[in-house]
């Protein structure tokens, strides 16, 4: 850590608060692990135990924290490396309020919290988000199995990098925020799908599910945008029109 | 302009996608334009005389009549950073620059924030990074503390330091976070009196993570609210729209307090005013 402080300016909040979520992470537990690599505070590797009884039970998958320069006031960035079935690999994802726009993240939320949620969210329905893979039950399965042997260039045999230790219990409080948080791709951010998805799950906890409101609201807004436009060209043509009144007339 | 700037993140691809159509384009060019206007915008300005008011409304009689009462009652205005955070920016700077000349009214803040983190953990936020954001802030806070009540050039010297610290990107939202924090907090403990404030079928907690605890959310009447009451600290708002009258309506939060912050709404942002 020596020589991060040295690199770093501590003073920062911002790096002041990747290494304090260093140090609370730097033991590894049987759950989740995370840390900086090499000397760069801003981009980590992190390791999860696939969620006990799902699809993913005794897989065990590794990744990398990509820390925006803003973190925590923005969403840190996950990319899968180790094949899993859920998400793709190699791809970026960005956790959110579920339903809601990708700015709810909040700064009162770390690296942890990310880790926690990533393990709560794989097993949900996939629902053709972007970034999501819906493999069979099956394939999940099996990669679970294969993944135990998977190497990362960085870490090493990531099968070692968890340890027997229990992670530090999961609060009440802690534990309604997971069940809100969401994984999307990146690109899914810019761009809301334009047509309502129906949505197949009656269940409460829809996590991927459209805002319905939002994309009526937005629906109502093209058409005020569409007749806006409409009254502006019939504006310019009238005046246009006057004009050449105007110059015939002189 | 409460755009979360990770919102400009590439968005390859879509132009395959036909349904997504030129609206949502030009909506987000002119984000993009808000964000790139915003951040040539100081996130705490200096002090300026009020009537560079008029300069950004020099053909609007509604306006122009608005900022001569304005005038009757303030002589200054100092301008604020349009990204959502502008609320509690305003704030926290007026109130700590307010703080500096006065030592009882510092005491009594001073023994608020110390408590609040206890409160906020006791809440269920988590303590790992309540802690640090709480110490961020009162670490501003206790060099507030350290020469309020002093001499004037003792507190020249500490304005100065309060003025670098709110416009650096890293303390200045530090501070927002926290008094987001706080904010969300009181609406939490008080629960049932805020619920009647919540349009819709969110509840109070539902609404916080939504609008009082992200960044970039912009601030209504219920963030006021309940700031105001969580540090026992008047606020008076001065509305100035394209309403009917030549009057700038004026609101004080909590309702019949004492007004210690004052700031200038125009919709859709605040700056901070001085008598």
Not at chain 1, 31 to 37: D, K
Not at chain 2, 47 to 67: F, R
Not at chain 2, 97 to 122: C, G, M, R, T, W
């Amino acid at each position: 850590m020596a020589d991060i402080g040295d690199k770093y300016n501590t003073k920062c909040p911002g790096v002041k608060r990747l290494m304090r979520e260093a140090l609370e992470l730097a033991e590894a537990t049987e759950e989740y692990c995370a840390r900086p690599i090499e000397d760069n505070l801003f981009e980590w590797h992190f390791t999860v135990r696939g969620p006990p009884g799902t699809d993913f039970d005794g897989g065990i998958y590794h990744g990398r924290i990509l820390l925006p320069k803003e973190y925590p006031m923005h969403p840190p960035h996950i990319i899968l490396l180790t094949p899993n079935g859920r998400f793709e690999v190699n791809k970026k994802i960005c956790l959110s309020i579920s339903g809601y726009h990708p700015e709810t993240w909040q700064p009162s939320w770390s690296i942890r919290t990310a880790l926690l949620a990533l393990i709560a969210f794989m097993p949900t329905p996939a629902e053709g988000t972007i970034g999501s893979l819906d493999y069979t039950p099956a394939e999940r399965k099996a990669l679970a199995k294969k993944s135990v042997s998977w190497t990362c260039s960085e870490c090493g045999d990531i099968a070692l990098l968890l340890s027997s230790n229990a992670a530090k219990p999961v609060t009440e409080e802690e534990k309604s925020v997971l069940d809100q948080i969401a994984f999307k791709g990146e690109e899914e951010q810019a761009t809301k799908p334009p047509e309502p998805e129906p949505t197949y799950e009656p269940e409460p906890q829809v996590l991927e599910s459209v805002d319905t409101s939002t994309t009526v609201l937005d629906q109502v807004l093209e058409i005020i945008v569409a007749l806006l436009l409409g009254a502006i060209a019939i504006f310019i043509y009238r005046r246009w029109n006057a004009y050449a009144q105007v110059d015939t007339e002189l | 302009m409460a755009d979360d700037a990770s919102s400009s993140s590439a968005c390859t691809g879509n132009l395959v996608d036909n349904s997504i159509n030129q609206d949502e384009l030009i909506m987000k060019q002119q984000r993009e334009i808000e964000k790139e206007i915003s951040e040539s915008i100081p996130l705490v300005g200096d002090l300026e005389e009020l009537a560079s008011l008029e300069k950004e409304y020099n053909e609007d009689p509604v306006y122009l009549l608005k900022i001569k009462d304005l005038a009757s009652k303030y002589k200054c205005i100092r301008r604020t950073r349009p990204d959502g955070n502008c609320f509690f920016r305003a704030f926290s700077y007026a109130y700590l620059e307010h703080l500096l000349n006065d030592k009882d009214e510092y005491e009594k803040f001073h023994e608020i924030a110390k408590n609040s983190k206890d409160i906020l953990v006791a809440l269920g936020f988590p303590q790992f990074t309540v802690e640090d954001f709480y110490e961020t802030f009162m670490e501003v806070v206790q060099r507030v503390g350290e020469q309020a009540g002093g001499s004037p050039e003792a507190i020249e010297g500490v304005r100065t330091e309060l003025h670098e610290k709110f416009n650096k990107q890293g303390y200045s939202d530090y501070i927002v976070v926290y008094l987001r924090l706080i904010t969300s907090g009181q609406l939490q403990t008080q629960h049932d009196f805020y619920q009647n404030f919540i349009e819709g079928p969110r509840t109070v907690t539902e609404f916080c993570r939504q609008e009082v605890e992200p960044m970039y959310k912009e601030s209504d009447h219920i963030h006021i609210i309940a700031l105001s009451n969580a540090l026992n600290v008047g606020v008076r708002v001065k509305y100035m729209d394209r309403g009917e009258g030549s009057q700038v309506i004026a609101h004080d939060f909590p309702e019949g307090s004492k007004a210690i912050v004052h700031l200038l709404y125009r919709p859709g942002h605040y700056d901070i005013l001085y008598a």
